[in-house]
């Protein structure tokens, strides 16, 4: 089993800046494309950005510029450096990852963490 552990989240005020950090555990596995989705109260689940194993990262419009997604893969651990915050960018963070195991793909998400900023 793998589990994706979450950390970082916080109140921060807005112009503000936190940084998120997703570690990987478990035994057998690789990962692939990791990556933060955020859900605000009442609304879905929401892409925000994602980094493949060579780096390659790709970023929702809202966050573009502000937000840097990167990741260590020697610590199996994705982070998200949010900067300029807004009142807008208050939900819940969730980090999503594909694991291989056994030859066969399989996506995992971490628990959440919740992130509020103040205006």
């Known amino acids: 089993q793998v589990q994706l552990v979450e950390s970082g989240g916080g109140l921060v005020q807005a112009g503000g800046s936190l940084t998120l950090s997703c570690a990987a555990s478990g035994s057998g596995f690789s990962l692939n494309s990791m990556g933060w989705y955020r859900q605000a109260p009442g609304k879905q689940r929401d892409f925000v950005a994602d980094i493949t194993v060579g780096g390659s990262a790709a970023y929702a419009d809202s966050v573009k510029g502000r937000f840097t997604i990167s990741r260590d893969n020697a610590k199996n651990t994705v982070y998200l450096q949010m900067n300029s915050l807004k009142s807008e960018d208050t939900a819940v963070y969730y980090c999503?990852?594909?694991?291989?195991?056994?030859?066969?793909?399989?996506?995992?998400w971490g628990q959440g963490t919740q992130v509020t900023v103040s205006s």
């Open positions: 999503r990852a594909y694991v291989r195991r056994d030859g066969t793909v399989y996506m995992y």
